[in-house]
């Protein structure tokens, strides 16, 4: 495994004691860099290995959608780790109190844990750091070359990135070892762990769980299926029939893109895997490869280079000066309408376009990444405030959204509300020289009327209900 992937923090005394992989972002058994590294520690120093994972009572927005794909998916990925004779152990709690409880109870020698740009998960870091007496290893297992390889700095746009990557690409492509033989050798864990950690009742837990359930979980047959082997699924389904339709991607009724959006955020399939699965294959053409290697590599790792270096990912103070300027100089603009967050939530505003998406992102639990631009967009008219916008877009997109809370959504938001990663356009009212998209634009660019007639159809039905597959893939 790269070196590079690896912060170290704490001294670098040899490991006495259990070696622990506190998993939080990369939720995984295979393709896991961290977890490697944590095996490769424990061998080098003839110490025992587990794995723990923390189920806290609430994650920001998050509802019961999301914490029933993330549970279903720790199942399955649990197991695969007791096959491979990895103890897998759930807490509950707060992580930040709860990982240096476990530690210390066991007299763990050395923590390795996922790397995470959001303040949260900075913040567990922080607290996790001060009360380990081990040193604590965090590696980049989500991005293919590093966030803090690839730059130093808040990058300005994609095009300042983006070489930067390539250069560093090839060395970070390296193939993924397998768990089987990886794990073959490692000391066996002895210390007793009571049986509610060692084997949780998953559906006890979920049951159990106080998350808000006015947020159903997404279970029709259009679902995605949570955890690594749907996550696996998904790919291969998106490379035999999909990806060579990736160039109409921005078209939401083209069935082109892979949908694999929620499993990369809950880190069911590793971006690496992705990657070098596209490379080897010669389905689609080659721009359709390259297209959509830009979105996963490029795209992916400017938002977690734009939310590592930039804390107030979800607040307008992160906007360009330019942008700040501009919504500021059009803040007293008449809007078109204004509409509160109960009256968008429930997709009731004149727009049948905006509707469609909002509508889809709570039946379906993603927009279509063109929809995603156009709906965020639009919050700049209707609310009273860029802050408003702000505010409500985070909150609509973390709460429905299965792929939400990520800090693809934190710049996909920013780059719609707030220029980050753009420039400046036209002048109009309300939104200054923020780019605009319009529901004539969207017209020119794809069948509107039948993305509306498809997400109308979803409108007060169940999933099981639906005509064909107006979820599927968005
Ligand atoms: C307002 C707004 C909100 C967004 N919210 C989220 C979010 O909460 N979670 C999320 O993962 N993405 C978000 N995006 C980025 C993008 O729209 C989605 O990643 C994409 O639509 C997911 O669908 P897919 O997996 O089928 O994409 P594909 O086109 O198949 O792309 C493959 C992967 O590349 C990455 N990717 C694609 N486009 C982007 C992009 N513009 N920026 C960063 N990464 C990208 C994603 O990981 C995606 O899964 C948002 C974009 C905007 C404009």
Not at 130 to 151: F, I, Y
Not at 211 to 232: F, H, K, M, W, Y
Request: proline fraction near 7%.
């Amino acid at each position: 495994m790269h070196p590079g992937r690896v912060w170290r923090h704490g001294d670098s005394r040899a490991v006495r004691g259990p070696v622990l992989y506190w998993m939080h972002r990369e939720h995984r058994a295979h393709d896991n860099w961290a977890l490697v590294h944590a095996i490769g520690e424990a061998k080098a120093a003839g110490a025992p290995l587990a794995v723990v994972w923390c189920l806290s009572p609430r994650f920001l927005d998050a509802a019961y959608r999301q914490f029933h794909f993330l549970l279903r998916g720790m199942r399955g990925t649990a197991e695969t780790l007791r096959e491979h004779g990895i103890p897998f152990f759930l807490l509950q709690g707060d992580p930040a109190d709860e990982v240096p409880r476990f530690a210390a109870t066991h007299g763990t020698g050395l923590v390795v844990t996922d790397f995470d740009v959001l303040r949260l998960k900075r913040a567990w870091l922080g607290q996790v750091r001060e009360a380990l007496a081990c040193p604590l290893h965090e590696v980049d297992g989500r991005n293919v070359v590093p966030c803090r390889m690839a730059s130093d700095k808040r990058e300005y746009a994609a095009r300042t990135l983006r070489p930067k990557i390539h250069r560093l690409l090839p060395e970070y492509l390296d193939p993924f070892p397998s768990l089987a033989t990886e794990a073959s050798g490692v000391a066996a864990w002895k210390a007793p762990v009571p049986d509610a950690m060692a084997a949780p009742d998953w559906d006890a837990l979920l049951a159990a769980h106080p998350a808000d359930r006015s947020v159903p979980a997404l279970t029709g047959p259009d679902a995605p299926v949570p955890g690594e082997e749907g996550a696996r699924r998904t790919l291969e389904t998106f490379l035999t029939s999909r990806i060579h339709r990736y160039e109409k991607r921005n078209d939401p009724n083209a069935d082109a893109v892979s949908g694999l959006s929620p499993y990369l955020h809950f880190g069911m399939m590793a971006a690496q895997r992705v990657v070098q699965r596209v490379t080897a294959s010669t389905a689609g053409s080659a721009d359709a490869r390259a297209s959509f290697i830009e979105e996963l590599v490029v795209r992916r790792e400017l938002a977690d280079n734009f939310c590592l270096h930039t804390p107030d990912y979800d607040a307008v103070t992160c906007f360009p000066a330019w942008a700040q300027g501009t919504l500021d100089r059009h803040r007293d603009d008449p809007r078109p309408h204004l509409y509160d967050e109960a009256a968008l939530e429930k997709a009731r505003t004149a727009d049948p376009l905006w509707n469609a998406g909002q509508t889809q992102l709570m039946r379906c639990g993603v927009i279509h990444g063109y929809m995603r631009m156009y709906w965020a967009k639009q919050l700049l008219l209707w609310t009273p405030t860029p802050e408003e916008a702000m505010r409500i877009a985070v909150r609509q997109n973390d709460r429905w959204a299965l792929d939400g809370r990520d800090s693809n959504g934190y710049a996909g938001i920013a780059w719609s509300l707030g220029g980050v990663h753009d420039r400046p356009w036209g002048e109009r009212p309300v939104q200054g020289t923020i780019r605009c998209m319009t529901y004539n634009g969207a017209r020119g660019k794809f069948d509107v009327a039948a993305y509306i007639a498809r997400m109308e159809s979803l409108r007060g039905g169940g999933q099981a209900r639906l005509p064909k597959s107006p979820c599927q893939r968005q």
